[in-house]
C-alpha cells in the first residue's frame, strides 16, 4: 500500500535523516501530511529508529547494488520512491552529498527546489513555504514553490531531532529503484586526517575572535574552555586569515553550524557570517571591549570588557566552582 499526501525525508548521515524527519514532522499536522522516510539499504535497527522518530511509512529501496554511496544510485533511488508516492515535498538532510542530491532531484522531477532552509510552514492555500537566509544570514527569505513535489535540502543543526517513541509503528514499503550506469565510478577513498574535535556534537564551546591579539594569546581562552569543559574553537578571521586553528574549528557560515548548551564568545565582535553559525545555542556569553558590538545583541550575558583581564579571572571562578585546580 502506498501512502497518499506525504512528505518524504532522506539522509545518507544518519543524524541529518532525523533532522529531515524533523522538518517534515514540524509541518505534517498543518498541511495534513504524513511523513515518510527513505532507507536505502537493508537494515533492521535503522528501520526500527525512523519510525520511533516519526515516521508513518518507511520506504524500503530494492537496488539490487552495492555501490549505494554514489550520489548517481541514490539519485535514481530517491527518484524512484518520488515517482511511486508522488509526495508534496522530499525533505534531504544537508550534508554535502544532500546539497547535490536536492537540486538534481528537482531537475529530474521538473520541480521547485529550496536550497538551505531553515524552517518551513503552510499558507492558507496549502502551499508549503520554505525560509532560507539570504545575504550571509542578513536576511531571511520565504519562498513558495509554484510546482510539485517541493525539494529542500535543510541546514543542519536547525532542527532538534525528533522525540523519540518505541511504541511508534511504522509501515515499510518496498520500492524497485532501476539503476542507471554511474557517470562518476568511485575508486578509492582516502579518508582525510581525522580532526581532534567535532564542533557540532560539542556541548560547550569556547570561541576566540579577533580581540585575541597574538597567537600565545589563545591559550588563555584554551584555558577557560578546559576549565568549563568545553572545546576551543575560532572566527573566520583566526582560521582562514591568519591561520591560528585549524578549518575544523571554525564557527560561522563557511564553518560549522553549532548548537551547543554553552556557547562563550571570547573577544569576537559578532558579525552576521559568524551569527548564523551559533546563533542558535542555548546560553550565550560575550567578552568584548566594545559595549556596542553585534555579539551582544544575541548573547543570554554580556560582560563588556577587556578579555586579558575578564579570562583569567573567569577561568579561576570556574575552577573554583567545578573544583578543578
Known sequence: ??????????????????????????????????????????DPEWVKELAAHGADAIYQVEDGVQDVKSVDAQLDMLL???????????????????????????????????????????????????????????SNIVLAAKVKPLVASIRPKTFEKPQRDD?????????????????????????????SVNLRSSPVIVTAGRGVKKREDLAIVEELSNA???????????????????????????????KPN????????GQIHHVVGMKDSRIIVAINTDERAPIFQVCDY??????????PELTKAFKTLLNKS
Open 167 to 195: 511504541s511508534r509503528k511504522a509501515e515499510v514499503i518496498s520500492v524497485k529503484a532501476k539503476i542507471g550506469e554511474p557517470k562518476v565510478r568511485i575508486i578509492s577513498i582516502i579518508g582525510a586526517e581525522k580532526g
Open 1 to 42: 500500500m502506498v501512502v497518499n499526501k506525504l512528505i518524504i525525508a532522506y539522509s545518507d548521515e544518519p543524524t541529518l535523516a532525523l533532522e529531515a524527519l524533523s522538518a517534515a514532522r514540524s509541518i505534517a499536522s498543518k498541511a495534513s501530511l504524513k511523513v515518510g522516510a527513505v532507507s536505502i539499504k537493508p
Open 302 to 311: 554580556g560582560i563588556v570588557g577587556d578579555l586579558y583581564q575578564v579570562v
Open 80 to 138: 524512484a520512491v518520488a515517482e511511486q508516492t508522488k509526495p508534496e515535498a522530499v525533505f534531504i538532510g544537508g550534508s554535502r552529498r544532500g546539497r547535490e542530491l536536492a537540486p538534481r532531484l528537482s531537475a529530474r522531477l521538473g520541480s521547485a527546489c529550496a536550497a538551505d532552509c531553515i524552517s518551513f510552514d503552510v499558507d492558507d492555500s496549502g502551499r508549503i513555504l520554505s525560509t532560507r537566509m539570504v545575504y550571509g544570514g542578513a
Open 262 to 269: 554553552l556557547y562563550i564568545a571570547v573577544g569576537v565582535s
Open 228 to 258: 568549563v569543559g568545553g572545546v576551543l574553537a575560532g572566527t573566520r578571521p583566526l582560521v582562514e586569515d591568519l591561520k591560528w586553528l585549524p578549518k575544523e574549528r571554525q564557527v560561522g557560515l563557511s564553518g560549522e553550524t553549532v
